[in-house]
């Protein structure tokens, strides 16, 4: 929502309803985006807003209120996915406030008889000092123990870990290594070798390696939801092209509607967001302005394809 051209909510929800896009991700509870979506079937992920979590950990009545003014009213009409405590703050000096936060929010639900709804955070690859190859994925020292609890929350209330998993930001920060096929989900060989794991794309790799990571701290029976993944249609030269944003999410959408999984946890789907509806011009210029599926007078910058 970071752009001051974008279309009213009501129009966007009509949008995503003609594409049968059943789930989408609000960063924070935008009243009229959740008025919007009373009524329509598809169901939301909602994030608090990063500058609330310090009181949202230390205040439990600040927690009753955000649930009280955020959630309650909407949610006989709305369908809650999953509430987020912050987006991508660890590491960050709010990552402290991560855990307290969640407890204060499942709190708060369970009190209003709406502790189905699961509680989590957002994390990026950041939380994870090894990532390759993926079975020694494990979370960076200076995070450990903030992860190892919060997987330990998760796991104890049967809710997803959100990761942000961009095989676009991984390929341009190593182009030596990675292969752009491999990033576009354009190989049809094996790419990684990884004991009895064979990886052909590089999205499955950074997911497993957040699976590897978790399961170290215990977490082997908490599932990831891929909260973002992406590719920008431009202002990066050969590599940020409608071409290969089109090719990306496409084969993205295909990959994660299918069964095949990734190669640690096969044989089902994967609940994946792809970032973003709209290119947003408030981002920082250059890609971030450029990650959309749809310019703000809602024609398309490139087809992509929905039903399955």
């Not at 929350?153 to 752009?180: E, G, K, M, R, W």
């Not at 096929?181 to 790419?191: P, R, T």
């Not at 990684?192 to 215990?218: C, H, P, Q, R």
Request: aromatic share 10%.
């Amino acid at each position: 929502m970071l752009g001051n051209n974008l279309p009213p909510p009501n129009e966007v929800i009509a949008l995503l309803k003609s594409r049968q896009i059943t789930r989408i991700r609000l960063y924070n509870p935008n009243p009229d985006a959740l008025q919007a979506l009373q009524g329509s079937g598809i169901h939301v992920i909602l994030g608090t807003l990063n500058q609330d979590l310090p009181n949202l950990g230390n205040d439990i009545s600040f927690a009753r209120n955000w649930v009280q003014e955020n959630v309650i009213p909407y949610s006989k009409a709305v369908n809650f996915r999953c509430i987020f405590a912050g987006n991508e703050v660890i590491p960050s000096d709010f990552a402290i406030h991560v855990l307290p936060a969640m407890r204060n929010l499942k709190t708060a639900l369970t009190e209003a008889n709406l502790g189905e709804i699961p509680v989590s955070t957002t994390v990026s690859m950041a939380v994870l000092g090894n990532s390759f190859p993926p079975s020694t994925g494990e979370f960076a020292n200076e995070v450990n123990s903030i992860m190892k609890s919060i997987t330990g929350f998760l796991a104890a209330t049967n809710s997803p870990l959100l990761v942000n998993v961009y095989p676009y930001f991984a390929y341009i920060n190593d182009q030596q290594d990675i292969s752009l096929d491999y990033a576009l989900f354009n190989s049809s060989e094996v790419v990684v070798k990884d004991g009895k794991l064979e990886y052909k794309n590089l999205f499955d790799a950074m997911t497993d390696s957040v699976y590897s990571a978790l399961e170290k701290v215990g977490g082997n029976s908490v599932d990831i939801v891929v909260s973002e993944s992406g590719w920008p249609s431009k202002e990066n030269g050969e590599i940020a092209t409608i071409g290969n944003a089109e090719t990306y999410n496409n084969k993205l959408i295909a990959h994660v509607y299918g069964t095949s999984g990734t190669p640690k946890r096969p044989g089902r789907s994967i609940e994946t967001y792809v970032f973003a509806i709209f290119n947003e011009n408030l981002k920082p210029p250059g890609t971030e302005q450029n990650f959309g599926l749809y310019y703000p007078n809602m024609t398309e910058v490139y087809n992509v394809d929905f039903e399955f």
